[in-house]
């Protein structure tokens, strides 16, 4: 895998892996020093990291304490598809007119990822593919600022879908809902596209409402 052109996206790429495979779980403290020397880099580029990090949600800093992995949070989980939900939704409905047959190719490769990654118990790799296959069907709007935006808020709900996709019933119906949507997609359908996605962020919310209590301690 090729490295990111810099030090900090490194570390940043790293601790995102760490986050959704667990490895780094839910109210566990951060050791620096320890992840400093693991990935043979200073702490210059770690704290630069957990400072996005931060800013996204994924880690907290206390006084004294230090950071620590967020707590999932249901508020949270709610608050940040619901704004998916109308940012993409938008930026489908552009998307769905301008698909051409290589932006259909990318989008096609990116599910045959996703299914690939779940066959082989690929958690990160599974996360990965799938966020390759969301944006292909948004980038072809060519919106780029409400883009930003939406990067932001998948980067903060990484951990949620590692917890969703843990289940093997939840794989199987995301390779359903993405059938399906790729379907909609080549037909350049726009509002079942729209429809289609917006069930899909609603079936991994409502399973992981029964994961996660409403009143788990808030990630920021």
């Excluded at 019933?169 to 596209?193: S, T």
């Amino acid at each position: 895998m090729r490295r990111p052109p810099t030090t900090q996206e490194f570390v940043l790429d790293e601790l995102r892996k760490s986050i959704v495979a667990g490895e780094l779980a839910p109210g566990q403290p951060i050791r620096q020093d320890a992840i400093a020397q693991h990935l043979g880099v200073s702490r210059v580029p770690l704290r630069e990291a957990l400072k996005t990090l931060e800013a996204e949600g994924q880690v907290v800093y206390q006084p004294h304490r230090g950071y620590s992995v967020a707590e999932l949070s249901l508020d949270d989980l709610l608050e940040v598809y619901r704004m998916r939900e109308l940012l993409e939704s938008e930026a489908a409905t552009v998307a769905a007119g301008r698909f051409d047959e290589s932006d259909l190719a990318v989008i096609t490769e990116a599910q045959r990822e996703v299914e690939s990654a779940s066959r082989d118990g690929d958690l990160v790799g599974m996360i990965a593919a799938n966020r390759r296959f969301h944006f292909a069907l948004l980038e072809p709007a060519r919106m780029p600022r409400l883009l930003r935006v939406v990067r932001t808020l998948w980067d903060a709900t990484d951990a949620y879908r590692a917890v969703y996709y843990n289940s093997d019933a939840n794989r199987a119906r995301v390779h359903e809902e993405h059938a399906a949507i790729v379907d909609a997609a080549k037909r350049h359908d726009a509002a079942e596209l729209v429809v289609l996605l917006t069930e899909h962020r609603d079936h991994a919310v409502e399973t992981l409402r029964a994961t996660i209590p409403a009143d788990a301690a808030k990630r920021d």
